[in-house]
């Protein structure tokens, strides 16, 4: 089987068990809908998210601003929309960062085995000793906050993740008849790997990719929430809850649908992911 | 068994050098130099480099490792520059309390999590089986800052059974625990949510084996047959998870501490943060680091006393 038809393989296998699975189509969906909410922001967002109307701050929700405004007058609707944006971007472009690099530090660990293994994988653990808030915290503390470094910090802390994931099943692979095969016709490493291993791992990659895109959302939430997060008057959802805290009792909106935007997007990126896993997992695959 | 703990000790060491070495240089890459931070902007050029001599900054970085390494080695982390206290003290006083809200968080997670995980399994694709699952990865998807402000709203304002405020300083045990209760409840939930999912996944697995039928087919009793063939062998990869969950929740203790305004290392970071206070936040991520490390050494042993088979290894 050819790497192409493999992956349209794979794909068709994954809808069906997608298919049995009902809550992963819920999971994809929702995130589907946010990601939406996100992209169109500026098309969708009743008003600019840091214009403010300082005649009417903290207003309860109305018909004017669907979910109220904030201390400064803001409208929370659309600093919410705007606000997932900064989520998604932040998630999804450090995950993919970790993914890229944890993914060709673990398999070529693997693949290489020996001193160049056990000095990878002792840095990743090395890495994992902290704990991943307290990593980014260290980092964007050193950085200085911004949407980059903000990036930089949660890849540095997930890059380990999917170093560990991509090891294991490349060690398996080596040993296949047909990589030997492969390295006795004399193809480089770097085809074995793309062509032969990588796609045997695709489908596990994926899911973590899933399920560590919700870890990143959180933990920038939290950064934002502590006050290491994108600077404000940048709308982000973590910081909202920041911002709103001190209004708790007198204005719970401003805190408390951020709040829960954050929780939908993590719930759905991790329901999908979950989907995806049982999916995936052959054990669970023949399962009615 | 004594020599699988010392070779555990053993392997430790290594990992734990290189998170001190790499958290001391991480620090100094920090912007900023302490002597400033501690005299203001208007310090003059003399005063500066006194500081910085007396501060032993003015050396090579690598004179300064050396003698962070051997102070560490004798259990010393230092002075706060700020603070001109000792790390070791101000660590000291704040660490029971985040030691206390974690075990608490631990505590109520596995009580919880686990016989609900086994009642999941063994009623797997029920109803409640179907509940159990979607609550628990609900739990694990709340940010820790969230629902630690929606148990603050719910308990303490609305129906007004806990303090507010935690102050951990006044009154006896009963009080004490008392404004424990909220937070370790936090803390509690995310736990429970992983070891509710691992516990249930690691026995359906188990159930499915060989000898699991030949038991059944021995004509044993179900909870025989759940309980010391099912659970004994579905129970190493919950202890695992449990261990390397322990690491996010001590990362949750910090948000934690900040919505229940807690003393504890946590709010010790931020206060880090606040003051540029280097030396102190270098402290308290070695002490963490020493946290992590000595959680993974004890998952590492109760392994070996769960199953004799690793400790054979």
Not at chain 1, 129 to 144: D, K, N, R
Not at chain 2, 31 to 57: H, K, M, N, W
Not at chain 2, 126 to 144: C, E, K, N, Q, V
Request: overall charge neutral.
């Amino acid at each position: 089987m050819n790497t192409i038809a493999r992956f349209k393989h794979f794909g068709t296998e994954t809808y069906h068990v997608f298919n049995r699975n009902k809550t992963s189509w819920i999971g994809l969906l929702l995130l589907t809908m946010l990601v939406l909410l996100a992209v169109l922001a500026p098309v969708i967002a009743p008003y600019d998210p840091v214009e403010q109307h300082i005649i009417q701050r903290l207003e309860p929700p109305s018909s004017q601003f669907l979910l109220g405004t904030d201390y400064y007058g803001r409208d929370v609707l659309s600093r919410i929309i705007w606000g997932c944006r900064v989520s998604f971007i932040i998630g999804s472009v450090s995950v993919a960062i970790a993914m890229f690099f944890g993914t060709i530090l673990g398999s070529m660990a693997g693949y290489k085995g020996g001193y160049f293994d056990a000095f990878v994988m002792g840095v990743m653990d090395v890495l994992m000793s902290i704990p991943t808030l307290l990593m980014g915290l260290l980092i964007v503390a050193i950085l200085g906050p911004s949407q980059a470094n903000l990036i930089i910090a949660l890849a540095l802390t997930m890059i380990p993740r999917f170093a560990r994931i991509a090891r294991a099943p490349t060690i398996a692979a080596k040993s296949k008849v047909y990589v030997e095969a492969c390295q006795a016709m004399g193809f480089s490493d770097m085809r074995i790997l793309v062509v032969h291993i990588f796609p045997n791992i695709f489908g596990e990659l994926m899911v973590m990719g899933s399920m560590w895109m919700a870890t990143a959302v959180r933990t920038e939430a939290a950064l934002s929430f502590i006050g290491l997060g994108v600077n404000p008057p940048t709308a982000t959802l973590g910081g909202m809850i920041r911002e709103g805290f001190k209004d708790i009792m007198s204005a719970p909106w401003a805190s408390l649908y951020p709040g829960l935007v954050i929780l939908l997007i993590v719930f759905a990126a991790n329901l999908l992911g979950d989907g995806l896993r049982d999916a995936l997992d052959p054990k669970l695959r023949n399962e009615k | 068994m004594l020599q699988y703990i010392i070779k555990r000790l053993l392997l430790a060491i290594p990992i734990l050098l290189a998170v001190v070495t790499l958290v001391f240089f991480v620090v100094r890459m920090a912007p900023g130099d302490p002597a400033q931070v501690i005299l203001g902007d208007s310090a003059s050029y003399e005063s500066l480099t006194a500081l910085r001599s007396e501060l032993g900054l003015d050396r090579p970085i690598i004179v300064q490792y050396g003698e962070f390494l051997v102070s560490l080695v004798q259990g010393d982390l230092g002075d706060s520059i700020i603070r001109k206290q000792s790390i070791n003290t101000i660590i000291a006083d704040v660490l029971p309390y985040t030691v206390e809200l974690t075990l608490a968080g631990v505590l109520l997670g596995v009580i919880i999590g686990l016989p609900l995980g086994v009642f999941s399994a063994v009623y797997r694709n029920s109803f409640w089986d179907y509940l159990t699952r979607i609550g628990s990865l609900i739990g694990l998807s709340f940010p820790a800052f969230y629902s630690g402000i929606l148990l603050l709203l719910a308990f303490s304002v609305y129906l007004g059974w806990f303090p507010v405020v935690s102050d951990p300083d006044m009154g006896n045990l009963g009080e004490r625990l008392h404004m424990l209760v909220l937070p370790a409840m936090n803390l509690g939930l995310i736990m429970m949510a992983y070891v509710v999912r691992s516990a249930r996944s690691s026995l359906l697995e188990t159930l499915g084996e060989d000898y699991i039928r030949t038991a059944k087919a021995k004509g044993l009793p179900g909870f025989i047959i759940l309980y010391k063939h099912g659970l004994k062998n579905a129970l190493i990869p919950v202890i695992t998870i449990i261990g390397l969950y322990i690491g996010v929740l001590v990362g949750n203790s910090v948000l934690t501490e900040i919505v229940f305004n807690r003393p504890g290392l946590g709010k010790l970071i931020l206060s880090a943060l606040d003051e540029r206070d280097y030396n102190l936040l270098q402290g308290l991520m070695v002490i963490y680091a020493f946290l992590i490390v000595l959680v993974n050494l004890v998952t590492d042993l109760t392994y070996g006393m769960v199953d004799p088979r690793i400790r054979k290894q």
